[in-house]
């Protein structure tokens, strides 16, 4: 395998009043496991069902009722695992997470604190050709989504929907490795892709699937090489956690704006508080949700109705043999094999779907050639329309395209042309061409003709051109205007030399 | 005739069934007669009598048909933790009230499809929590047992279940045992109660009072009824984690009284300071009963029994905290009433303050404060670790030959209602002094009447087996059942 070399990004540093600050972010991400029940239950996981639809009697906590693991979601998590080169424990076990809300029926989260599935992993976050993060994963854990709670609907009352309550979460928690606002969605874009490409989770930040919390300090130039040569924290600044987010563009702001507030805090001689925020994107701003002190007293304990999770390595093993290619051995596939460059690389392989369509659109053609048109045409149309490539062409029509293109069956400019058509009507390229009339004109004979139709009719120019050769262009043209840009242009070109003797 | 078919054991019972002796709807009758004029006892909380008949009915057929399975036509008391479909069952607390499940808990579902015959929901300590059936929120039940004008209190948490097949209100009973709660009842009203390894019987079902110490099991008039019943409720079951997927065997067909060769083990640590005379007299006899049966006594120490007590009353509250978070107010049972204004908050808080009886909510604080952060390792943690080393002294003392440990089963006769309402709840908890190891430990254990005290209340020895092996253990107290030859019965005066 073609090892890419890179070089990590500079860190953010953003100049204050009186130094230069640096940010610190370790993020916390809980990704649904893609499974169609619940991790205790066998309840459906289904999004967008009627309201408390999708509930058994164990989600909603009735008496006497017991949770039991569901093993796929097991499975799915240990496939996370691998997928972000971690250690799996073979041990592990569940605790309870005790507190009070009315979407949480069972008055506490099930949850791995003392002892997770998952262990130390790593992610290559990658920022531009070239350059890319190593982003520590500390630990991936499994635990229980809440229900939601809706208090906008009645002024007397709130609503629980317990339909989410009980589907599996994994809270994979990096280590603050992250250094600034870019580098932060960066690694939740490549978090996801990874997530996806194992389908393990549907990754829809809209829908929730995927959601961060996000971890910031700020520290002063050098800092940060310090507490990474001794891992000592001290060296670092007081963070503060702003939950809950699930876009990249909040990512992004709230990391600014919370930088921001912090490096004010302390440039105006204050102490940066250890406490929990909310980003409000309307106001641009983030607000305590609650301080240290109220901090609630989770009362964690092993759950005694869970027995520990033990798995064997021989599954372990049997999962990871079955692991599909993954973004970064895909990408340097690519590169190597398409000889395509490594940003091409990166935009083929940003989706599954998109590295199948491309792989499909080769076919027996020119990798480069395929990647260039699958990006600059396909998904340039696609992108504009909004919809996804393999919507608005097949990767049978690229690959047909660029075969009559290497054919000299038609040429690049009636390429874009029957692609258009293709994407309109759906129609096979080789029959739009067929039926178009839109093959290229090889019979010299009748090129010949056409040329010297044009020397004939413009003598003038004729003339003109003997002293300035590069009017040779200017007959080309009309003779490919003459045949409807049918004739192969590299003929005409070769035809108009010889019979104006340049 | 009628009001005597109920005093039937559940054997004699099933072969009189089987015999066409009589019909389960007769006897069902007979004990729904009994229930009737019982009363005084308040065992009995909640009526099923018309499912009773017809589950009688259906099992008379079964009879008939020749397809009877040893529980088939029996009319039995469920205690109020179980959680019976369409049936009220609110862990006797006011927080449950009205609630009625829609679902069976496995227990149950496993004995009515043995053909077991459910009379009604029987009273109990307040989830569990108690040992003298006075925490419950239907009041107390009564002893049958009864020697001058106090009313006695028939122990707990299972209060009701021992007080209903001591007055033979019903041929047997299931309870559940967290720390003592079925074999300390069944000591005080004199008749067989045995809790089953942990993960022999399905929690499924049965409201939780602490997780991992939980289990049910039966409470019959004899050694072979609790053989027989155990067999119907014990059962690999899939919806609970903690359940054993292992066989169970034929316990009856184990019950050959023989227990020659067996190591009876007698632990020294039991000999409690201040312990009456009454009892240590009672243990030695039993000790002496099985040694005349041919069993090799051994005097045994089990060196941390003393730390059980203490780390059972962090470790069962600390769970308890926990399950019962559940009862806020929002989905079931009991909600407070709020006034304008008030929130979220409020309404757990008074919905709690409500629906929960004072032992209880002393439990849940006391759990609430051992998992607080900052006193987890000193009460918690510790109180693990003690289990840990309280089960390692069992696990030696099997290893070293023994095959069961013979141990008071209470520390007293049953005592008062109201006696002990003003001492401190330590004193009360003193109760399960012998029991609460065998819980922590997981094993299995039984109280087996042996005797009368002085005064002519009932007193029961303890028998503590290997883990999986209630078959073996059940012989042991066989032979020390047919040895004590305990027949004597409450006489009726409610």
């Known amino acids: 395998m073609l090892d890419l070399t890179y070089a990590p990004p500079k860190p953010k540093v953003i100049a204050g009043a009186k130094h230069d600050w640096e940010l610190v972010i370790g993020m916390e991400v809980h990704a649904q496991v893609a499974s169609r029940a619940k991790l205790f239950s066998g309840a459906s996981t289904q999004f967008g069902a009627e309201p408390n639809s999708n509930v058994s009697f164990v989600d909603a906590a009735m008496p006497g009722m017991l949770p039991v693991i569901n093993d796929f979601c097991v499975e799915q998590a240990v496939r996370t695992g691998l997928g972000l080169k971690a250690q799996i424990n073979l041990w592990s076990a569940f605790d309870r997470k005790n507190y009070f809300y009315p979407d949480l029926p069972q008055g506490y989260q099930i949850s791995q604190l003392y002892h997770p599935l998952v262990g130390e992993g790593e992610i290559l976050v990658d920022m531009e050709p070239g350059i890319a993060r190593k982003v520590r994963i500390e630990r991936i854990h499994m635990e229980q989504d809440a229900g939601k709670s809706i208090h906008d609907m009645d002024p007397n009352m709130s609503f629980v929907d317990l339909n989410r309550t009980g589907v599996a979460l994994m809270e994979i928690v990096s280590r603050p490795d992250i250094r600034g606002p870019e580098e932060a969605a960066a690694y939740v874009t490549k978090l996801r892709q990874i997530l996806r490409y194992l389908g393990t989770c549907d990754g829809n ?6 959601r961060a919390d996000v971890n910031i300090s700020v520290c002063r130039p050098g800092d940060y090489e310090k507490y990474m040569e001794s891992q000592d924290f001290s060296h670092l600044g007081t963070r503060c956690e702003i939950k809950n987010m699930n876009s990249m563009r909040f990512i992004q702001q709230a990391i600014e704006h919370e930088a921001r507030r912090q490096i004010a805090i302390l440039e105006g001689g204050g102490e940066v508080v250890q406490e929990t925020r909310l980003y409000d994107p309307d106001k641009g701003e983030t607000r305590s949700m609650r301080s240290k002190e109220e901090a609630h007293d989770y009362r964690y304990f092993p759950d005694p109705d869970l027995l520990p999770l033990t798995i064997e390595q021989a599954w372990v093993d049997e999962i990871e043999a079955n692991l599909p290619e993954l973004p970064d051995e895909k990408k340097a596939r690519f590169i190597r094999d398409y000889g395509v460059t490594e940003y091409d690389a990166s935009v083929l392989t940003a989706d599954l779907d998109l590295a199948a369509y491309f792989e499909d659109s080769v076919g027996a053609g020119d990798g480069k050639k395929t990647a260039n048109w699958v990006i600059n045409e396909v998904l340039g149309r696609a992108n504009k329309a909004e919809v996804t490539a393999r919507e608005i062409a097949t990767p049978q029509a690229n690959a047909e395209i660029l075969a009559m293109v290497a054919n000299d069956e038609i040429s690049t400019k009636i390429a874009k042309d029957v692609l258009e058509i293709h994407i309109e009507t759906g129609r096979a390229p080789a029959e739009i061409v067929e039926t178009e009339g839109m093959k290229q004109v090889t019979d010299t004979g009748a090129i010949e003709a056409a040329v010297d139709q044009i020397i004939a009719d413009n003598p003038a120019q004729v003339e003109k051109a003997k002293v300035n050769p590069k009017l040779a262009g200017w007959f080309v043209g009309q003779v490919m205007k003459a045949t409807g840009g049918k004739a192969n242009p590299k003929a005409v070109n070769e035809i108009v030399q010889a019979r104006l003797e340049l | 005739m009628m009001s005597d078919m109920s005093k039937m054991t559940l054997a004699q019972a099933r072969d009189a069934l089987r015999a066409g002796e009589l019909t389960s709807a007769e006897l069902t009758e007979s004990c729904l007669e009994r229930i009737g004029a019982a009363g005084a006892l308040n065992a009995f909380v909640h009526d099923t009598s018309d499912l009773a008949r017809a589950q009688a009915t259906e099992a008379d057929a079964r009879i008939q048909a020749g397809d009877a399975p040893d529980l088939c036509g029996i009319p039995l008391g469920i205690k109020d933790l179980f959680c019976t479909e369409g049936v009220p069952s609110q862990a006797a607390s006011r927080i449950l009230e009205g609630f009625r499940p829609q679902y069976e808990s496995t227990v149950t579902r496993n004995l009515r499809a043995a ?8 009273n109990m300590d307040e989830f569990a929590m108690g040992s003298s059936n006075e925490t419950s929120v239907y009041g107390d039940a009564v002893n049958p047992w009864k020697v001058d004008d106090r009313a006695l209190t028939p122990g707990g948490s299972s209060g009701g279940s021992a007080a209903a097949v001591a007055a033979d209100l019903c041929i047997a009973a299931t309870g559940t045992d967290t720390g003592g709660s079925i074999r300390q009842p069944a000591a005080f009203t004199g008749i067989v109660g045995i809790k089953p390894t942990y993960g022999r019987c399905s929690r499924w079902g049965i409201v939780a009072f602490a997780s991992s110490l939980d289990q049910a099991g039966p409470m019959t008039k004899s050694v072979r009824d609790a053989a027989i019943m155990l067999g119907a409720m014990a059962g690999h079951d899939p919806m609970d984690s903690t359940s054993a997927d292992i066989p169970v065997p034929d316990f009856e067909a184990m019950l050959t009284g023989d227990i020659r060769g067996k190591v009876i083990g007698i632990p020294r640590e039991y000999r409690m300071e201040g312990m009456p005379e009454e009892i240590e007299a009672l243990w030695s006899r039993g000790t002496e009963m099985l040694r005349d049966a041919g069993a090799e006594i051994r005097d045994i120490s089990l060196p941390h029994t003393k730390y059980a007590l203490p780390a059972y009353y962090v470790i069962a509250p600390a769970e308890a905290s926990s399950n019962l978070a ?26 709690r303050a409500e629906g929960f009886g004072a032992e209880v909510q002393r439990r849940v604080m006391v759990g609430t404060y051992v998992l607080s952060a900052g006193f987890y390792d000193a009460y918690y943690n510790r109180a693990r670790k003690v289990r840990t080393l309280i089960k390692r002294d069992f696990d030696q003392a099997f290893e070293a030959g023994v095959d069961a440990i013979l141990t008071p089963a209470t520390p007293s006769a049953a005592f008062g209602l109201d006696e002990m309402s003003d001492a401190d709840p330590v004193q009360m908890y003193l109760n399960d002094v012998f029991t609460v190891t065998v819980n922590l430990a997981g094993l299995p254990g039984i109280s087996v009447p042996a005797g009368l005290n ?29 040895a004590a030859g305990f027949v004597e019965k409450p006489a009726q005066w409610w």
């Open chain 2, 115 to 122: 053909g077991g015959v459910m009379l009604g929901k029987l």
């Open chain 2, 454 to 482: 002085g005064a002519g209340l009932p007193l029961g020895l303890q028998l503590i087996g290997r883990p999986w092996e209630e078959g073996d253990l059940l012989n042991t107290a066989y032979a020390l059942e047919s």
């Open chain 1, 205 to 210: 930040m809209q829908n929730g699937n995927l």
């Open chain 2, 326 to 351: 559940r009862y806020d107010g929002v989905r079931y049972g009991h909600r407070a009433t709020l006034e304008a204004g008030e929130g979220i908050t409020e309404m757990y808080e008074k919905t």
